[in-house]
Nanobody, 125 residues
């Protein structure tokens, strides 16, 4: 089992920045790939970003490419999502997730095994 806890959400003006953290406990965090997802009210949970177990490989949804940066510190069992140039349409509950390494980059939510409780990000215009 891996337990994940997100933090760092909040209210920010459009154009601003936030950094989300995802603290992991339980099984060795470095064995798992990590994803970030978001879910706006009335919408499905959408893929945002992926980072491999080593941190050497990353992948982003087109909607956040160039604005968001995913990273991880395996020594601290923590993953991060740096969000910049935020837009009102980025408003959502953000979730981190962990899953086993796969041949392809996992973007569907069902390919992840462990989830955090989510943290709210609200971007005002």
């Amino acid at each position: 089992q891996v337990q994940l806890v997100e933090s760092g959400g909040g209210l920010v003006q459009a154009g601003g920045s936030l950094r989300l953290s995802c603290a992991a406990s339980g099984r060795t965090f470095s064995r798992y790939v990590m994803g970030w997802f978001r879910q706006a009210p009335g919408k499905e949970r959408d893929f945002v970003a992926f980072i491999s177990w080593s941190g050497r490989s990353t992948y982003y949804a087109d909607s956040v490419k160039g604005r968001f940066t995913v990273s991880r510190d395996n020594a601290k069992n923590t993953g991060y999502l740096q969000m910049s140039s935020l837009k009102p349409e980025d408003t959502a509950v953000y979730y981190c997730a962990a899953g086993v390494d796969r041949i392809t980059i996992p973007t569907p939510a069902y390919e992840y095994d462990y989830w955090g409780q989510g943290t709210q990000v609200t971007v005002s215009s």
